[in-house]
């Protein structure tokens, strides 16, 4: 196992690289002159020999693969530079959010996993019955429907018209509270932007489970449970079942990246003070540095997330052994 996870960390060295020269190079040859994203409105009008001296302290005037080298090296030494909009340092912009992201992300994990893993199990029990067909249309409005449509319409609803739910931000504006009060604020600021992010998650991963576990029940090992005089119950849930899980599970390390982005669309749309509000912040500033620190994080996340539902096969299938 220690062997495996060693040579997957030394598989993953070489696309993090692609992955960082791709980050920088969205601050590189975006358009327009560096030198004027880092400086203040009012100083637009400076001479080309001041534009120079600001070019050199900046180390702007440097060759293209010093300045990369010496921003990967900046990015392991936790030193993700300053972001041009705030002036704050890209890590503490990016952490101050995080832990925001993390609790919306993993709700709406969770809700995809309670909700879709059952659904798909009845739809596969039931195929070929209204039960199913129902799910099934359900799943396909589910995919097919915009996050941002299906959050103004919650909006509109929970909202505007029966004014039961909070529509936007994580707590409400001028109320200085503390203890369960603020827990239970938040609570309900959570509940529209969850619902929104798990909707189409729930409506893949429940299609994904119906479909392996049908696909599971179909096979020569179920034939001969049932031919043993096991129950149905226990043929299901005992056998077929947890082989089913296994696409769930890589869909499970695949998420990871999802809570960390907290869906741009969703967060922008009830302003959850997250990541992906973050991120859209950052692309219409043009507030390069945090884009990059914001694309770099995401990267790890979607290597790590791999890494993850590769590890969780083991606790799945006993037949899969690393060596």
């Known amino acids: 196992m220690i062997e495996y996870l060693v040579r997957r960390v030394l598989q993953m060295i070489p696309l993090l690289i692609f992955i960082s020269i791709f980050s920088f190079a969205i601050a590189e040859f975006a358009p327009g002159d560096p030198v004027m994203m880092y400086i203040s409105p009012e100083k637009r009008e400076l001479t080309a020999e001041e534009l120079d001296v600001i070019r050199h302290e900046l180390g702007l005037d440097r060759p293209v693969h010093v300045r990369y080298l010496t921003w990967v090296k900046d990015m392991f030494e936790g030193n993700w530079g300053y972001s041009l909009r705030t002036s704050n340092t890209v890590r503490n912009e990016i952490m101050a ?153 890589t869909l499970a390390g695949l998420s990871l990246p999802d809570i960390v982005n907290g869906a741009y669309i969703t967060e922008s749309v009830f302003g959850w003070p997250g990541m992906g509000r973050l991120g859209i912040t950052a692309i219409q500033n043009r507030d390069y540095p945090v884009v990059m620190g914001v694309t770099m994080l995401s990267a790890l996340l979607v290597v790590g997330g791999n890494l993850v539902a590769d590890i969780l096969y083991v606790m799945v299938d006993p037949r899969i052994r690393y060596k």
């Open 97 to 249: 959010r995080l832990p925001n992201t993390m609790i919306l992300g993993g709700l709406a994990l969770f809700l995809t996993i309670v909700i879709s893993i059952p659904i798909g199990v009845v739809s596969a029990l039931k195929r070929h019955t209204i039960v199913d067909y129902v799910v099934t249309l359900g799943a396909f409005i589910g995919i097919s429907m915009p996050s941002f449509w299906l959050a103004l319409i919650l909006i509109e609803l929970f909202a505007n018209r029966l004014g039961i739910l909070p529509s936007v931000g994580m707590t409400n504006v001028g109320r200085n509270i503390t203890g369960w009060a603020h827990v239970l604020d938040v609570g309900k600021h959570l509940i529209l932007p969850a619902i929104t992010l798990s909707f189409t998650s729930i409506a893949y991963w429940s299609r994904y489970q119906r479909a392996t576990l049908i696909e599971n029940l179909n096979l020569d090992y179920i034939t001969t449970a049932r031919g043993k005089g096991l129950s149905e119950r226990i043929v299901v849930f005992r056998h077929a079942f947890r082989n089913a899980l296994i696409p769930v599970v």
